[in-house]
């Protein structure tokens, strides 16, 4: 079912596609305006629609008109998309660290990806200016998005498996198997560097899309949204959805109530924000996991199969007000 247009839902897959439709192409390598900004090296190929897409989600920007989709993704340039797209606010104390100073475009961003666990560092370096793999890419990302598989026989489909890592074979698993890494003839590539095109590529499959106002979004009752998405605002309600994927509450909000109101999640609601009263008094949902600290979960009985509460957190039952800590 086609998505409604709504204040504060952006980059929703319908509408990538029209924009994508009515762009120029001038060239192979041609110039392309994206929300009035122009990129003059974004390619007619299998990467556009990705690149289109980071650029436009404000995950990806450009330096003096060019975007460099065939560049090596550096760890810095990654920890940056992450930390916007989850929209992080918390900073952890990255001063321990001897390659990384105050005075870099990237240290902001960095303690922010170190704080909500994207990067932990060697306790002596970050590398921010090293080139990341593609197999370090996967881990990150399944451990953001707390995608987890035990089951490594889905990565005999890739004649170079067994040059992925021990330690990463677990978290390539999880990406594979949920769709979002196909491979190329083939082969999975674990040992190369992720480059920038890749990586959007990507981070479009695994988000379709951000809610970024407080409001209420209201859609006909039923309606299925097919791709995860991404919570960034305080104070938000989301009605009558259907979601086989991910809903994730973002790093980013940290206070306030978000409400999920006759939904019926199958996949997995995700909170990764903090301090926050997530409302899930109605609808169903398979699976709820909290990464956050200082949430309170308010729950419609037994409407709730499986939740993960974690650590400081709080579970508030609706049906007999009484609140439990755990």
Known sequence: MSLLMKKGWFVMKNLLKKIVSIICVVALLGSFTVFGAEYKDIPDDWSKEGLVKAIEA??????????????????AEMGTIMTRAFGAVKTADISMFKDVKKDDWFYDYMAKAVAMGAF??????????????????????????????????????FKDKNKIQDWA???????????????????????????????????????????????VFTYPEGTVIEENIVIRSESMTLKNIVSPGIIIIGDGVDGGEITLEN???????????????????????????VLGT??????????IESLDIGEGNTI???MTGEEVAE
């Open 169 to 215: 074979k677990a978290g390539v698993a999880a990406v594979v198997e949920s769709g979002y890494v196909k491979g190329s003839d083939g082969m999975v590539n674990p040992a190369a560097n992720i480059t920038r095109a890749e990586f959007a590529t990507i981070m479009s499959r695994m988000v379709g899309g951000y809610f970024v106002t407080s409001s």
């Open 58 to 75: 404000g995950l990806l920007n450009g330096d003096g008109g060019f975007v460099r989709p065939t560049d090596p993704m550096t760890r």
């Open 263 to 289: 939904v019926t999640s199958t996949g997995m609601v995700l909170i990764r924000g903090n301090n926050l009263t997530a409302d899930l008094t109605t609808g169903t949902y398979k699976n709820v996991k």
């Open 294 to 303: 200082g949430v309170t979960v308010k729950i419609g009985g037994d409407n």
């Open 120 to 157: 932990k560092g060697d306790g002596e370096n970050l590398r921010p200016n090293s080139n990341i793999s593609r197999q370090e890419a996967m881990v990150v990302l399944s451990r953001l998005f707390a995608m987890e598989s035990d089951n490594l026989s889905i990565l005999d489909q």
């Open 316 to 318: 508030d039952f609706d």
